[in-house]
């Protein structure tokens, strides 16, 4: 029987979809081993393979919890684990990624195990703060800090060399040895177990320096009947600690006394001071994104306290289960790589492996007769199948992924994933968030505005009184727009002696008494001040907000605002009301209504240097573009405009909707439409934007409407809307009529807006992610990059992100560039298109050259020759691994190109060129191998065939035509244009094909040089009197398979241009 999950906020990235309780079956442990046994592990290891053959085979589902052993748990991402069932305090439970989670008899679902805040009234939580004890919350919450696992050296030898192809390794070392071939298998053995190593020293190093970023290491003070110091990392859920200034946080909190001045730039990368109050009412329901202003997150540095009163907090959330943890929580389990190269891949290699069987197949005819010992044929056959399928790619694949890091890493751009290199390789639609990504973060004031000349005033009152900042050290600091604000009216502020500031210019002067921070849901700001006679509310915020607020509203305000919008500018609206003694204690809800609009302020938030050209380039290379920000429409427009998202002079219409009045409003230009909500008439209204040809807006509000219909053919989800299924169309009840609505065609018809858009405004944090995954479900490969907290969610959820913030919020983000220079996203995209390439030019060469030395033995048994030991050593090690490495090390091509490698290994575009080498090659072999013929020179060789001559005429020819095909390959396959360098411009890999040449023709012209002949173990009188013929022979098939592999390039090239499905 399986159980929902009842997902919590600190599950972040990871949610769970379903847990089912299974049963381990001892019985079939038994049945496992015997069979394992018999078939010399290899059923052992297809059970490691394979979770749903290990999870079907040791384990069956319980109808009864307490009668299972183990639980099988979902994601909703598709993954499937079974993780070990735990008991404490009599309690079941299992733990999933660092998070414990246990049955609720109450909702009879899974969660995870947390101190309970969300949505529970303020003073339950305080009430029940210790009803559990000490000991009991360290075991439920553990300790308060963030210890980052590493696996064991052991563990680590044994995942990565227990793979497939490392089983494949062991069996082609046992064929080798079986041959009587020594050196070649052992230096196999120790190339794997030195590229294991280094990686496990690779990863030690990345998750110590991980580790090092997670320590918060100090002394905290708790608050209870005395106040005591106790270590960091004994907070528990439920504690009060005092708030000290220069003190970093280790937990999530929340203040119940005093007020702050704090630092987040660990969580938003931005470097400004941010006021927190304490908890206004602690008879309302808790939610952390709600009043986010009186909650502290881990990483946070305290700046300043209030000096006047004790502050102190309650302790929420700790470890992994913090925002913060989260964030690592991200790093450390990041979402699967695609495997479609990797199945294509398999797919061409089961065939190459089928075409190369039938071969031996056939020349068993001519064998046979031979009389070959039978061990000897069959040695060999599985030989051919080691040779078919290289257990060293995986290797040189890494090499390739992780070149690209260390490239980046050069440049200033840190990776933290090295999968993520090859989808970078596949992206076809980039996102962007607009402030501090295509903006600078900074802001220049532009102007004061008002309705009336004799506002004016007021307007500067306004601005002068509504803020929060700080001195500190001295220094004027906080947000740096109200910094831009002050600076502007040219204000003096004072903070001696007073419980905030006081503010004055000439004989005018203010003091703040109270101070409302800005609240996303008000979206506005407000402040009490007194001239020592009256007390004013002053307010700033949304234009429309402020609007919305005021006793008399001015549309000819938000004219002016649509204009200046229009023009990119951001606009905060102001206003006031005047306030009587008895209403100084009124609840900001109150008091923020039955405003005076003033008028607006206006900024500017200009583009960065680079924006318009790194968008511009991204453009040419066919990328679609798209911006996604929490700005007003018209800002982000006119940001889309400037910086080539979208064309300057194209016209724009805005999709927003109306909740209150629950109305569609169409702007189009100055014209305006509302549309009552009806959902087949508004599947009309959507469908006639899409056909028309101008650019699209979209609001959140708009996505937010739309959303809840794909919800509602959602099954995987929660609706309170009935749903019954009639055929293709659902059909929705409502309180006075039924509506049948077509479900398909709305989503199709969502999705098609969807990809049009390019302009998405006023988006929540978890609108950004919702666009992504939309995207991601039409089969759009995704790059999001943004500069804030708001963006990790989105950023988790594209196949890469970016990140300027070198915060902790970066660590959402694969890459994260110390430059804030838009062109980390081109540098990022073109290594991503490089690897690929690099990756399939692996493959390519290894099958090739597999393939040749399979044809070249494969003619050599007609006259029981093989190649030596050291000559094994050679083609299989001392020319291909150098040169492998160096083609894994091809840097990127300077500009971006407009196409993306083609992985698929098994499209003919791919086969053709792996085919041609091998064609020319053998082609080349058997013309040589038919001169050889004429001469006579052959060993007699008794029969029955028991061993192979390690020497001879046509020994000697198979292998000096290796050296120079091999060499000759690692050309053809290298494509240069549109993804990587030049040839000549990667030196190693020239300087070692050079002398892979050299060495090659020289051994051919010169076999009379008998020390060098007994190196290579070739005669030195093999060619006597011909050859040049035979040099010629391998020089000529070599240049016609370079020629035809150019000429396949260019008319059926490995690339495809980007195309966006719809």
Same mark, same amino acid.
């Given at each position: 029987?399986?159980?929902?999950?009842? +997902?919590?906020?600190?599950?972040?990235?990871?949610?769970?979809?379903?847990?089912?309780?299974? %049963?381990?079956?001892?019985?079939?442990?038994?049945?496992?081993?015997?069979?394992?046994?018999?078939?010399?592990?290899?059923?052992?290891?297809?059970?490691?393979?394979?979770?749903?053959?290990? +999870?079907?085979?040791?384990?069956?589902?319980?109808?009864?919890?307490?009668?299972?052993?183990?639980?099988?748990?979902?994601?909703?991402?598709?993954?499937?684990?079974?993780?070990?069932?735990?008991?404490?305090?009599?309690?079941?439970?299992?733990?999933? %990624?660092?998070?414990?989670?246990?049955?609720?008899?109450?909702?009879?679902?899974?969660?995870?195990?947390?101190?309970?805040?969300?949505?529970?009234?303020?003073?339950?939580?305080?009430?029940?703060?210790?009803?559990?004890?000490?000991?009991?919350?360290?075991?439920?919450?553990?300790?308060?800090?963030?210890?980052?696992?590493?696996?064991?050296?052991?563990?680590?030898?044994?995942?990565?060399?227990?793979?497939?192809?490392?089983?494949?390794?062991?069996?082609?070392?046992?064929?080798?040895?079986?041959?009587?071939?020594?050196?070649?298998?052992?230096?196999?053995?120790?190339?794997?177990?030195?590229?294991?190593?280094?990686?496990?020293?690779?990863?030690?190093?990345?998750?110590?320096?991980?580790?090092?970023?997670?320590?918060?290491?100090?002394?905290?003070?708790?608050?209870?009947?005395?106040?005591?110091?106790?270590?960091?990392? $004994?907070?528990?859920?439920?504690?009060?600690?005092?708030?000290?200034?220069?003190?970093?946080?280790?937990?999530?909190?929340?203040?119940?006394?005093?007020?702050?001045?704090?630092?987040?730039?660990?969580?938003?990368?931005?470097?400004?001071?941010?006021?927190?109050?304490?908890?206004?009412?602690?008879?309302?329901?808790?939610?952390?994104?709600?009043?986010?202003?009186?909650?502290?997150?881990?990483?946070?540095?305290?700046?300043?306290?209030?000096?006047?009163?004790?502050?102190?907090?309650?302790?929420?959330?700790?470890?992994?289960?913090?925002?913060?943890?989260?964030?690592?929580?991200?790093?450390?389990?990041?979402?699967?790589?695609?495997? %479609?190269?990797?199945?294509?891949?398999?797919?061409?290699?089961?065939?190459?492996?089928?075409?190369?069987?039938?071969?031996?197949?056939?020349?068993?005819?001519?064998?046979?007769?031979?009389?070959?010992?039978?061990?000897?044929?069959?040695?060999?056959?599985?030989?051919?199948?080691?040779?078919?399928?290289?257990?060293?790619?995986?290797?040189?694949? +890494?090499?390739?992924?992780?070149? /690209?890091?260390?490239?980046?890493?050069?440049?200033?751009?840190?990776?933290?994933?090295?999968?993520?290199?090859?989808?970078?390789?596949?992206?076809?639609?980039?996102?962007?968030?607009?402030?501090?990504?295509?903006?600078?973060?900074?802001?220049?004031?532009?102007?004061?505005?008002?309705?009336?000349?004799?506002?004016?005033?007021?307007?500067?009152?306004?601005?002068?009184?509504?803020?929060?900042?700080?001195?500190?050290?001295?220094?004027?600091?906080?947000?740096?727009?109200?910094?831009?604000?002050?600076?502007?009216?040219?204000?003096?502020?004072?903070?001696?002696?007073?419980?905030?500031?006081?503010?004055?210019?000439?004989?005018?002067?203010?003091?703040?008494?109270?101070?409302?921070?800005?609240?996303?849901?008000?979206?506005?700001?407000?402040?009490?001040?007194?001239?020592?006679?009256?007390?004013?509310?002053?307010?700033?915020?949304?234009?429309?907000?402020?609007?919305?607020?005021?006793?008399?509203?001015?549309?000819?305000?938000?004219?002016?605002?649509?204009?200046?919008?229009?023009?990119?500018?951001?606009?905060?609206?102001?206003?006031?009301?005047?306030?009587?003694?008895?209403?100084?204690?009124?609840?900001?809800?109150?008091?923020?209504?039955?405003?005076?609009?003033?008028?607006? #302020?206006?900024?500017?938030?200009?583009?960065?240097?680079?924006?318009?050209?790194?968008?511009? @380039?991204?453009?040419?290379?066919?990328?679609?573009?798209?911006?996604?920000?929490?700005?007003?429409?018209?800002?982000?427009?006119?940001?889309?405009?400037?910086?080539?998202?979208?064309?300057?002079?194209?016209?724009?219409?805005?999709?927003?909707?109306?909740?209150?009045?629950?109305?569609?409003? *169409?702007?189009?230009?100055?014209?305006?439409?509302?549309?009552?909500?009806?959902?087949?008439?508004?599947?009309?209204?959507?469908?006639?934007?899409? !056909?028309?040809?101008?650019?699209?807006?979209?609001?959140?509000?708009?996505?937010?409407?739309?959303?809840?219909?794909?919800?509602?053919?959602?099954?995987?989800?929660?609706?309170?809307?009935?749903?019954?299924?009639?055929?293709?169309?659902?059909?929705?009840? @409502?309180?006075?009529?039924?509506?049948?609505?077509?479900?398909?065609?709305?989503? $199709?018809? @969502?999705?098609?807006?969807?990809?049009?858009?390019?302009?998405?405004?006023?988006?929540?944090?978890?609108?950004?992610?919702?666009?992504?995954?939309?995207? !991601?479900?039409?089969?759009?490969?995704?790059?999001? @990059?943004?500069?804030?907290?708001?963006?990790?969610?989105?950023?988790?959820?594209? !196949?890469?992100?970016?990140?300027?913030?070198?915060?902790?919020?970066?660590?959402?983000?694969?890459?994260?560039?110390?430059?804030?220079?838009?062109?980390?996203?081109?540098?990022?995209?073109?290594?991503?298109?490089?690897?690929?390439?690099?990756?399939?030019?692996?493959?390519?060469?290894?099958?090739?050259?597999?393939?040749?030395?399979?044809?070249?033995?494969?003619?050599?048994?007609?006259?029981?020759?093989?190649?030596?030991?050291?000559?094994?050593?050679?083609?299989?090690?001392?020319?291909? *691994?150098?040169?492998?490495?160096?083609?894994?090390?091809?840097?990127?091509?300077?500009?971006?190109?407009?196409?993306?490698?083609?992985?698929?290994?098994?499209?003919?575009?791919?086969?053709?060129?792996?085919?041609?080498?091998?064609?020319?090659?053998?082609?080349?072999?058997?013309?040589?191998?038919?001169?050889?013929?004429?001469?006579?020179?052959?060993?007699?060789?008794?029969?029955?065939?028991?061993? #192979?001559?390690?020497?001879?005429?046509?020994?000697?020819?198979?292998?000096?035509?290796?050296?120079?095909?091999?060499?000759?390959?690692?050309?053809?396959?290298?494509?240069?244009?549109?993804?990587?360098?030049?040839?000549?411009?990667?030196?190693?890999?020239?300087?070692?094909?050079?002398?892979?040449?050299?060495?090659?023709?020289?051994?051919?012209?010169?076999?009379?040089?008998?020390?060098?002949?007994?190196?290579?173990?070739?005669?030195?009188?093999?060619?006597?009197?011909?050859?040049?013929?035979?040099?010629?022979?391998?020089?000529?098939?070599? #240049?016609?398979?370079?020629?035809?592999?150019?000429?396949?390039?260019?008319?059926?090239? /490995?690339?495809?241009?980007?195309?966006?499905?719809?």
């Amino acid at each position: 029987m399986s159980y929902r999950v009842n +997902n919590a906020e600190i599950e972040g990235q990871h949610p769970l979809l379903k847990v089912t309780p299974v %049963r381990f079956l001892r019985i079939r442990l038994v049945l496992t081993i015997i069979i394992s046994i018999m078939t010399g592990c290899m059923f052992a290891l297809a059970l490691r393979w394979s979770k749903k053959l290990y +999870n079907w085979f040791l384990f069956t589902p319980c109808n009864v919890e307490e009668t299972g052993t183990h639980y099988r748990v979902d994601t909703q991402n598709g993954q499937q684990f079974t993780l070990e069932k735990q008991q404490m305090n009599g309690i079941y439970y299992f733990t999933f %990624r660092l998070l414990k989670y246990a049955f609720d008899p109450k909702t009879q679902c899974y969660q995870p195990i947390e101190f309970e805040t969300d949505g529970k009234i303020i003073k339950d939580i305080i009430g029940n703060r210790n009803v559990l004890t000490q000991n009991l919350k360290i075991q439920y919450y553990g300790k308060c800090q963030l210890q980052i696992p590493i696996q064991p050296l052991a563990e680590f030898l044994f995942e990565h060399l227990t793979g497939p192809f490392n089983i494949l390794q062991y069996f082609a070392v046992a064929v080798w040895f079986a041959q009587n071939s020594i050196t070649f298998p052992i230096l196999i053995l120790a190339f794997t177990a030195i590229a294991v190593v280094v990686n496990y020293i690779l990863y030690r190093r990345s998750r110590s320096l991980l580790q090092k970023l997670a320590n918060i290491h100090q002394d905290v003070t708790l608050k209870s009947d005395t106040l005591r110091t106790v270590n960091g990392s $004994e907070l528990l859920p439920g504690d009060y600690i005092i708030l000290k200034e220069g003190q970093q946080l280790n937990c999530d909190c929340a203040i119940l006394q005093g007020d702050v001045m704090v630092n987040e730039a660990t969580l938003t990368g931005e470097n400004v001071p941010i006021p927190k109050t304490s908890l206004p009412d602690h008879s309302v329901k808790f939610n952390f994104e709600q009043l986010n202003q009186h909650c502290l997150f881990e990483g946070t540095s305290i700046v300043k306290v209030n000096s006047t009163t004790e502050n102190y907090a309650i302790v929420l959330r700790t470890g992994f289960s913090s925002l913060r943890g989260q964030y690592f929580r991200n790093v450390l389990f990041p979402a699967p790589p695609s495997q %479609r190269f990797y199945v294509q891949a398999a797919k061409f290699i089961l065939s190459f492996a089928t075409i190369i069987a039938i071969v031996y197949g056939f020349m068993l005819i001519k064998y046979i007769p031979m009389e070959f010992k039978t061990s000897l044929l069959v040695l060999r056959f599985l030989d051919n199948i080691v040779w078919s399928i290289p257990p060293s790619m995986p290797i040189f694949f +890494n090499i390739c992924k992780t070149a /690209s890091l260390v490239r980046l890493g050069s440049i200033g751009i840190n990776g933290s994933n090295a999968d993520k290199i090859e989808s970078a390789g596949r992206i076809d639609t980039c996102c962007f968030d607009k402030t501090g990504t295509l903006t600078t973060l900074g802001l220049k004031a532009i102007q004061v505005w008002t309705h009336d000349q004799q506002l004016e005033s007021i307007a500067n009152y306004i601005l002068a009184c509504c803020h929060h900042l700080l001195l500190i050290n001295g220094e004027l600091q906080g947000d740096p727009l109200e910094i831009e604000m002050l600076n502007f009216i040219g204000w003096k502020i004072n903070f001696e002696g007073k419980a905030f500031f006081s503010v004055k210019k000439d004989q005018q002067e203010f003091e703040i008494i109270k101070i409302f921070d800005f609240s996303s849901a008000r979206q506005m700001m407000s402040v009490i001040a007194t001239d020592g006679s009256n007390f004013y509310l002053f307010s700033k915020g949304s234009p429309e907000m402020i609007n919305q607020q005021s006793q008399d509203k001015k549309q000819v305000v938000l004219d002016e605002v649509k204009k200046y919008a229009s023009n990119g500018f951001r606009v905060l609206g102001l206003g006031y009301r005047k306030l009587n003694n008895n209403q100084l204690d009124l609840q900001r809800e109150e008091l923020e209504t039955q405003l005076n609009i003033v008028g607006m #302020f206006v900024l500017e938030n200009p583009l960065k240097d680079d924006t318009p050209q790194v968008i511009q @380039t991204l453009r040419n290379s066919g990328l679609d573009i798209k911006v996604i920000s929490g700005d007003s429409p018209l800002t982000t427009i006119y940001c889309a405009k400037i910086s080539g998202i979208i064309d300057f002079n194209s016209e724009v219409i805005i999709l927003d909707y109306n909740q209150s009045k629950k109305q569609i409003v *169409i702007f189009d230009n100055e014209d305006q439409a509302i549309y009552d909500e009806n959902i087949v008439e508004n599947q009309n209204i959507i469908e006639q934007v899409i !056909q028309n040809p101008k650019m699209t807006a979209v609001t959140g509000k708009f996505l937010e409407f739309i959303s809840k219909f794909l919800t509602v053919i959602d099954p995987n989800r929660d609706t309170t809307i009935t749903m019954t299924q009639n055929n293709s169309s659902n059909q929705i009840f @409502t309180e006075n009529n039924a509506i049948e609505f077509d479900d398909t065609k709305m989503k $199709e018809i @969502t999705m098609k807006l969807i990809s049009k858009t390019r302009v998405f405004a006023r988006q929540k944090p978890e609108q950004k992610k919702q666009i992504v995954a939309l995207l !991601q479900e039409m089969g759009r490969q995704v790059m999001m @990059t943004g500069d804030g907290a708001n963006d990790c969610s989105a950023i988790a959820q594209a !196949q890469v992100g970016i990140s300027f913030s070198e915060s902790d919020a970066s660590y959402t983000a694969p890459f994260s560039s110390k430059s804030t220079s838009l062109k980390c996203c081109i540098q990022v995209l073109a290594q991503g298109k490089a690897a690929i390439m690099t990756i399939i030019e692996v493959f390519q060469y290894q099958l090739s050259v597999n393939g040749i030395k399979f044809a070249a033995v494969t003619i050599m048994f007609l006259e029981v020759q093989n190649f030596s030991e050291f000559q094994t050593v050679y083609v299989g090690f001392i020319s291909n *691994i150098p040169l492998l490495i160096f083609l894994c090390i091809s840097s990127p091509a300077t500009e971006l190109a407009e196409y993306i490698p083609l992985d698929d290994q098994f499209s003919y575009q791919n086969q053709i060129q792996i085919y041609t080498n091998i064609f020319f090659a053998v082609l080349g072999l058997c013309i040589n191998y038919g001169i050889l013929i004429t001469t006579d020179r052959f060993f007699e060789y008794s029969k029955p065939i028991e061993k #192979f001559q390690r020497e001879g005429y046509l020994n000697s020819l198979m292998f000096l035509s290796l050296m120079y095909y091999f060499m000759s390959f690692g050309v053809s396959i290298y494509v240069s244009n549109p993804f990587k360098v030049k040839y000549y411009k990667n030196i190693l890999l020239t300087l070692w094909t050079t002398l892979g040449f050299v060495v090659a023709i020289v051994s051919f012209i010169f076999p009379q040089r008998a020390s060098w002949c007994d190196v290579i173990d070739i005669r030195e009188d093999t060619f006597k009197g011909f050859n040049w013929v035979i040099l010629t022979v391998v020089i000529v098939t070599s #240049f016609f398979g370079f020629f035809v592999q150019a000429l396949f390039q260019r008319y059926i090239p /490995s690339m495809y241009k980007i195309t966006h499905k719809k």
